[in-house]
């Protein structure tokens, strides 16, 4: 990274193009009345951007890319909170993930196991008390949040093949 520039120009573009697909993925969603809120696979892609791309990048395309198809499907009032905490899951995620060009298995079973719980307890704290929609409707959504955190794992195979290909 040179010292005129932020980001490398790999960064920028891992970070359109993996922003663009969080958004596409997660657009592919099920509604979940009790909250307003929807079930989808997007941290999928949050999290494969996380362990191949690192913290930074995992956090703008997560948090971008997710906030951005809450708005485009009409989910605007979450977008604040999902570009957090999707920020937050991909930057914790690629934090612990590390630089390593191999990460043992139990390193990445952590960094998704903390990306979970960085899904499941933000949407829970948010729900419950900043948008006051109240602890029984984020105890309701706990039932949609969980296994789209465990539907995440998907991202451990997924980056340690595309890894292997992109030679990072």
């Known amino acids: 990274m040179s010292e005129t520039s932020r980001f490398t120009t790999r960064e920028l573009a ?5 922003g663009a697909l969080t958004t596409v993925v997660t657009m592919i969603a099920l509604p979940f009345a009790p909250t307003g ?4 696979l997007g941290d ?24 951005l198809a809450d708005i485009l ?27 390593s060009e191999n990460p043992s298995k139990t390193k990445l079973i952590i960094a998704w196991i903390a990306g979970g719980i960085c899904i499941v307890a933000g949407y ?3 729900e419950a008390f900043i948008m006051g929609l109240g602890v029984a409707a984020a105890n ?7 296994p789209q955190a465990i539907g995440s794992v998907v991202g451990i195979p997924v980056s340690m093949a595309v890894k292997d290909r992109l030679s990072l």
């Open 140 to 146: 309701a959504e706990i039932i949609i949040n969980i």
């Open 44 to 67: 999928a892609i949050v999290v494969t951007t996380a362990m191949i791309f690192g913290p930074i990048v995992g956090a703008v395309a997560g948090g971008v890319g997710s906030g």
């Open 124 to 126: 829970w704290i948010a």
């Open 73 to 99: 499907l009409g989910y605007g009032a979450f977008a604040p909170y999902t570009l957090v905490i999707k920020g937050v899951e991909g930057f914790v995620v690629g934090y612990i993930v590390g630089n």
């Open 14 to 18: 891992a970070m359109a193009i993996m």
């Open 37 to 40: 809120g929807f079930f989808n």
